[in-house]
């Protein structure tokens, strides 16, 4: 296992605990093992890119270890962050991952693209957001700002991948 790849799996990993701690009140150290799992994710693609450990591993479960982490604390958050949020973000996976499973089955394997990473960063800010709000740091109404901006930026990455891998399955034939 590359550098790359055991940031990708610490990611997964990481999730235990921050839900546990969550559930637990604990949302200080929460926050902390979030933001830690948030930085595991850049140094993944650090060192994919700089020093050529792109794999296809690292191409398919960084995506992920993204959608474990974020739809985990999203749960978990419930209340905070709105149930129909939480749909949109599983839906919206749902449909990409199917997709990414039938181009595979063909031997394409997808990277992640712009709007897939900026879909991830949004969510991960709604994620910030909702632990700040809980910590009386930032007032609610950022939260929900912040999940609609997300909301639609999650729509849309999806109808982007939709879009590329019809594209793609008519184009095989």
Do not use: C
Request: aromatic share 12%; glycine share 6%; no cysteine.
């Amino acid at each position: 296992m590359n550098t790359a790849n055991f940031f990708t799996v610490l990611r997964m990993l990481l999730t235990v605990p921050i839900v546990i701690s969550l559930g637990l009140g604990l949302h200080t150290v929460s926050f902390a093992l979030f933001v830690f799992a948030i930085f595991t994710d850049y140094l993944d693609g650090f060192f994919a890119r700089r020093y050529n450990q792109v794999t296809d591993f690292g191409k398919v479960f960084d995506q992920v270890a993204d959608k474990i982490l974020i739809t985990s604390i999203a749960i978990t958050m419930l209340g905070t962050i709105p149930l129909w949020y939480v749909l949109v973000v599983f839906i919206r996976d749902s449909v990409v991952n199917g997709f990414r499973i039938l181009v595979a089955s063909r031997g394409v394997v997808v990277p992640a693209k712009f709007s897939g990473k900026l879909k991830t960063v949004s969510q991960m800010l709604v994620i910030v957001s909702a632990y700040l709000s809980e910590l009386s740091i930032l007032d609610s109404l950022v939260v929900v700002v912040l999940v609609v901006l997300s909301a639609i930026v999650t729509v849309l990455s999806g109808v982007i991948y939709t879009y590329q891998f019809a594209k793609s399955v008519r184009a095989e034939g």
